[in-house]
Structure formats: C-alpha cells, structure tokens
C-alpha cells in the first residue's frame, strides 16, 4: 500500500508547510550562490532499522545539515516504486514508497526543514515511468487499441514478423532500448521503449495527457511546500520524429554527451521547461527548477536555463575535469561564459549518485572517465579532494555536496558481487554498473557497523561498510581540526561570512607559478583570493594576503608562501 494525502486513514489536512520567507538576499534569487546538499535517502540514515535509509532518518538529521552550514538539501526519489532503479522507475508520484516512509513523513520533513532555514529540493522523475505505473499496466491489459499506449512509445517492430526492435537505439543500461510485448490473446505485440532498464518505459510528451499530468504532478508538491525539483533526464524526454535510426559508426554510450542524440538534448525540450517556469513562478518563496541535462557542451546546457526556463543546470563538464591546473581553468571560462549571456548562475559539482566519488577519481590516473573500478592512492585522492572542494566553493555561484563526500569517504570498490544492485551491474554493455560503489550507506558513529546509520550497533544496512569507515564517521570527525568534516564545516562557515565567495559571475585571474590556480573575487565589502596547487610538490608564492583557510597546512619561507602539495586556500585581501 502507498499512502496518498487522501487517504482516510491519516489525519485531516493540515496546510502545507510554508516556504522559507524572501530575504534581501532571495530577492535576487536564493539558488544563486547556495550550497545545496544531496541526500540519497536509502543511505542517510535509517529510523527504524530494516537497513534502508528512510524518510524519518532523514528528518532526525536536518540539525546537522543546518549545521554544516548549507542552505538546502535535494532529495533523490522517495516515490512509490518496485526499486528496479533504485526508485528511479516511479509507479505513483503523489506518494511515498512504504521502505521510506508516509506522505505525513514528507511533510513533516518539508516543515522542519523550513523551521531550521533549510530549503527541500525534490527529485523528478518525467522522462520514464515504473512498468508497474497504472498508466502501462492498463495499455498492456487492454491491448493495441488502448489509448493509453499512446501515452508511451509503443511501434510494430521490424522483420517479417515484426521480430526486430523498431530502431537501433541501445539502453543506456544495455542492450537494446526496446522489449516487446506480449497482447491480450498471448500472441506477440508491439514493443516499447525504454532508454533505461525495461522497468522503465519512456513517456510520449508529444501526448498532451502526459503534459496535463506532469503540470498536476508539480502542483502538488508545490502545495506540499518543496522549494524546487532537480529533474531527472531532463534533456531526455523529446525524441527527434519518426524516431530515426541513430548513425553512429562506433558505440553508442561513447557519443552519450558528446553529440544531439535523436533521444537526447532535442530543441523540444524548452517548451516543457517554459510551462514548467510559469507554473513555479506563481507560487511565493522563489521556487526553482534545476536541470540534469547531459548535453555535448556547456553552451548548450545554458539553453536550459535561459530567463524563461529552469534556474540552474548541472555543470557536468567540470565534475569530469582531472585535477589539472590548465584543464581546470579551462573549464571554468567556458562555464561562466556560456551561463552569463542567458544570466544564470554557474553550477559546480565534484560528486552524485551516479558517479565515483572525486576521492577515488583523483586516486587515480585521469582519463578514466567517472566511474573507476579501483581505489588508487587513498591517501593522494583525499587530499586532492579536499583541495578540488574547497576550490569548487570558492567560484561564483552555486555548488552541490554530496552526502558523505563531506566525510572524505571513498568509493567502495571491492564490494563483493553478490550484494551489488545497480542494475546496469547486471546488463551487458551497458553502464559500468559500479555506482553502488558511491551509495554505500555513510557512517554516523561508533566502531561497529553499521556506523549509527541504522538505530542498532550490528544491525542490517542494504549496502555492506567497510570496517575502515569508523575512522571517518561524523562522530569520530566532530571536532578534529585535521578532519575533512571540519574543513567543509569551516569553508561553509566563511563562505557565508565572505560577500565575495559564491556572488557575482566573474574570478580574475592572477600570475602564478605553472601548476597552480589563482584568482580574485571582489565585492564592495572586501576582495578575496584563492590559490590551488595542482601540482604533487610545495610551490612558493608571494603572500596573496591573510590566510582564511587551506586543505593544507601553508607554510612561510623567505617572507614567501610555500603552497603544500595538492592543496587549496583561501585569502582575504
């Protein structure tokens, strides 16, 4: 059973939680220069110890993220779902999976969320839905005349009997992007597409019906109170007509992001988000829409978030930038001067839900893509990704944490085989399959797991830790100078108290020694500098100014700054 706010069995109604008042600094827009925090819910913490993060865990630990020091938290999907994607198959928007909780648990998170000056971002799932959505259960029962098929992609298939898929488009998962049905009678039907898994079965949105229902969907959580929405594929859910055969002459995944795909980055997309953007704009609070497109360059990622579409975008050309001085600065012109012609804040991302974390990334060699297989040199990737972090939360606009990468953990590359859950693990040519590697459930407190994550020393939790993790626990971290937990909380902490860290859309770069990364911000209450050694030895500099913050310890020579290996700081000026 999933429960819905019509339900007779909960209490009456009561009025949605309201939304974080506007404030001098939300009249230009609050998203802006946030910092806003994933949560990845089956793996924050879980209430009432089955093992599965939930909705009630997530709410026990808002006070710590207020207190870390970010302005809002993204919640990955807690929607009803068979989990054949890890909730990203949703069969019921309106409602909450029973393995996270009730509608009433949203909503008291949303409330107490807003009461500690927390905004709520909620995922959105639009460009697929569950196989179990009542919708495709009633165009399979009722056949090739249903109506609802139309509300999907279903085609005859080619060959003489109609045996071959309709196109050569392959699952980002896998194989091929179509499954056929079987009718009514038991004779075999039409296919269906899904991009992803065969769980998730791509909506039509040139269907007005599934327009009407998404502008429904928005609504209601609106109502709930949710400050915004993080959309899932958004750049996925137009098809170019006809759904034309994709010429590819090579592999399909290698072109995902490096082209205009016929399923992916179609122009059709806008006239959603321009709908999209009137609706959020009649509800007070400021109200926001952030895009996960994956589009070939930054350019093209700035037409989602142009005056009349959606707020922000991810910027995933710098989350697979290598720690690389040239290639860093490099990336970071280009996003700022594609964002800055349509007027929207640049977004900086290290990690998410889908890739390695940026401490294993730069354990390794670059070139690796984002999802890697083994650990590297542990020591060398966490302190290059306390430098990349601090780096990241000092460039104008808004940046993502992802849960634990606060901690400094690593992704988990040796989980056994038989306890992995991805479902592209389990697809031929698909994904790597490696992305349980950075959901592993995070450590809370004491030596025993699961690490506070679950209310019981030595009870269950859905992904196994690693006996390591209790030196990295929030616990174990609270109060070390040293720790990656207090480095994030001290870096939040300046930020804030620094008008011209996360504001403005400009950095001006300084000289410095080859290797390492420069730059001025500067506002009317003061100017800030920060400076990244990129390189695996101490670089000596001029003294930038008074030294704010560093992932290293910067020492002095000669009236010089000799810059530690791998190493970021900061400096007021």
Known sequence: MTQNLADASRPAPVPAAEPIAASAGASRGWWRDAVIYQVYPRSFADANGDGMGDLPGVRARLPYLRDLGVDAVWLSPFYASPQADAGYDVADYRAVDPMF???????????????????IIVDLVPNHSSDQHEWFQRALREGPSSPLRERYHFRPGQGENGELPPNNWESIFGGPAWTRTTDPDGTPGDWYLHLFAPEQPDFNWENRAVADEFRSILRFWLDMGVDGFRIDVAHGMVKAPGLPDLVTGGD??????????????QDGVHAIYREWRRILDEYP???????????????????????????QAFNFQYLGTSWDSAALR?????????????????????????????????????????????????????????????LMLALPGSAYIYQGEELGLPDVTDLPDEVRQDPSYFRAAGQDGFRDGCRVPIPWSGTEAPYGFGPTPGGPSWLPQPAEWAQLSVEAQTGDPTSTLELYRSALTVRRAQPALGAGTEVTWLEAPEGVLAFRRDSAEGSFVCTANTTGEPVRIPSPGRLLLASAEAGREDGEILLAADSTAWWAV
């Open 330 to 390: 490099e990336v970071i012109d280009l996003s700022l001067d594609s964002m800055r012609p349509v007027g929207a804040p640049t977004t900086w991302v290290l990690s998410n839900h889908d890739v390695t974390r940026h401490a294993t990334r730069f354990a390794n060699e670059p070139g690796l893509g984002t999802q890697i297989r083994t650990a590297g040199d542990r020591e060398l990737g966490l302190r290059r990704a306390r430098a990349a972090s601090l």
């Open 252 to 265: 399909q995944l290698k072109l995902l992001g490096n082209d205009v795909m016929p399923f992916f980055d």
């Open 101 to 119: 909780g009730t509608l009433m648990d949203a909503d008291g998170l949303i409330r107490d969320a807003h009461a500690l000056g927390l905004r």
């Open 285 to 311: 609070g400021d109200r926001i829409g952030v895009a996960e497109a994956w589009t070939p360059t930054v350019q093209r990622t700035a037409n989602y978030v142009r005056p009349d579409e959606l707020h």
